[in-house]
């Protein structure tokens, strides 16, 4: 059992591109979270989808981020026009049912850097 | 709106003592509470989940205990070791305006440093 997986462990983007981080939840879990530490923060929520849907996103900010968990392939957490503020470690988390009954699996998170 | 809170932030010990990590919570409505440790660039690794309904949780020499009514929570870890050192993080599942059984709202950590 791989565990939760995350791609790239480290992503550096220029101001103005487009960041893309990708989640493969453990096998059988269909539940996939979204958190984000910023630096000498705790980790926030961002949101929760579930297998082709977004069951919450009040945790993203409003704009140039969007996430989607397709019926095929891995959970992709998509920021546009990164800005120096969006630098900072993203994890996905993910269960087999809901986290109230399960708890979460984390995976090692992708550290995005902004330039 | 549900806020954890963990103290110390940090506590430098050396090898062989137990020591005690503390988590509070202001809203006790609560589904479950879980403890992470984070090494330093790494992810979390979860340690121990305590469901509402539960006291306490014991894994190998880890203890978590939790206390609903008083929103507080310990891990209690016995005859620490250099590799014990990490962020140790608490997170409590629900306990904000709406009911949701799925957000996690974490503290800020306390750093463990066992010194050999």
């Known amino acids: 059992n791989a565990g939760v997986m995350q791609n790239p462990r480290h992503l550096v983007r220029r101001r103005g591109q487009e960041a893309r981080l990708r989640c493969s939840p453990m096998?059988?879990?269909?539940?996939v979270y979204w958190y984000r530490q910023l630096p000498e923060e705790g980790l926030k929520f961002m949101v929760y989808?579930?297998?082709?849907?977004?069951?919450?996103e009040s945790g993203m900010p409003k704009e140039r981020f969007s996430a989607e968990f397709p019926k095929e392939g891995p959970s992709i957490l998509r920021i546009q026009q990164v800005v120096r503020g969006d630098s900072a470690a993203y994890f996905c988390?993910?269960?087999?049912?809901?986290?109230?009954?399960?708890?979460?699996?984390f995976g090692s998170g992708t550290r995005l850097t902004v330039v | 709106k549900q806020e954890v809170t963990q103290i110390p932030a940090a506590l430098s010990v050396p090898e062989g003592e137990n020591l005690v990590l503390n988590c509070s919570f202001t809203?006790?409505?609560?589904?479950?509470l879980q403890w992470f440790r984070q090494d330093p660039g790494k992810g979390l690794t979860s340690l121990l989940l305590?469901?509402?309904?539960?006291r306490e949780q014991t894994s190998g020499r880890l203890n978590a205990s939790l206390d609903k009514s008083s929103g507080r929570s310990t891990l209690y870890i016995a005859a620490s070791q250099p590799g014990d050192s990490a962020t140790y993080l608490c997170?409590?599942?629900?306990?904000?305006?709406?009911?949701?059984?799925?957000?996690?709202?974490f503290g800020k950590g306390t750093l463990l440093t066992v010194n050999p």
């Open positions: 809203d006790s409505a609560i589904y479950n």
């Open positions: 305590i469901q509402s309904s539960q």
């Open positions: 096998k059988g879990h269909s539940h």
């Open positions: 997170a409590v599942n629900g306990g904000n305006s709406g009911g949701s059984n799925y957000k996690l709202t």
């Open positions: 988390a993910s269960s087999p049912g809901l986290g109230s009954n399960y708890g979460y699996t």
């Open positions: 989808l579930q297998k082709e849907n977004i069951i919450d």
